[in-house]
């Protein structure tokens, strides 16, 4: 079952289901997603407050909060027979979904990266499957569908066509970049975001980090080149963001956002250094 399948069968809820006073169990989804908690320390059993976990409201929750792989894990690990079999069966397909969809996504990744190599195009990932890989250990565990690949300006051209080439076409912005005699860039000024298809999967290339280059904060391209790494995706070794910029780069990115979501609270517990 692929994610919109689950979706249209009922198994992955939408926001519209998290709604209400959901205080205990957003306190227990907290719990069970803090990294500094070891699994045997976790308090599932009961909220805070003395109150019964409210499972039905803790998995929309956790949806909502792109956080279902990591609730699954810690439960289904230690606490999975204190959970209503209902739940930890939506659980359980939620998490499936997700497993193919980032399999899928990072198949997507490598060929494009592939591709872009062959035609002398060096790309750096970051985000997405290499986050996952350096933060949980695999894809699996963190949810995401999109590929975000850091490249030199100079090379955007043959960028923009290797993935033209390839079926890919821009989704943000109306302006092509190559096959107009001119070269123009879109509203964005540090990323281009392409599609194929109907497909939920999205390839953004970015050449820089933030709209506007601010000494310091995130890094700038030029500090993430030299200090890049090899994270090993499928059994292949990609070049990628180190650590220490993979930091600033997701704190900037939710900062930006509001941290609309409890998983990227997550991702920048996870790869701070302890």
Known sequence: MDWDDARAAGELPGPEDAQ????PAFESLLNLVRPSARDE???VLTGSEGQDVPWHALYPLAAVHRVVPLVYRRL??????AVPPDVISALRNHHHANALMCVQTTRTMLDVHSALAAVGVEALVFKGPALAAMAYGESGWREYSDIDLL?????LRAADECLNDLGWRQRAWP???SGTGGWVLGVSNKE???QRGPAEIAVDLHWRLVDSETPGMPPTPGDVWRRKESVELLGRAVPAMGPEDMLLTIASHEARHGWAHLRGVCDV???SPH
């Open 175 to 177: 302006w092509p970049l």
């Open 20 to 23: 209400g006073d959901h205080r």
């Open 76 to 81: 289904q690990a230690q606490h999975a027979n």
């Open 151 to 155: 490249v030199r300006r100079g090379d």
């Open 41 to 43: 320390d976790v308090v």
């Open 192 to 194: 281009l975001s392409y």
């Open 269 to 271: 517990a996870v790869t």
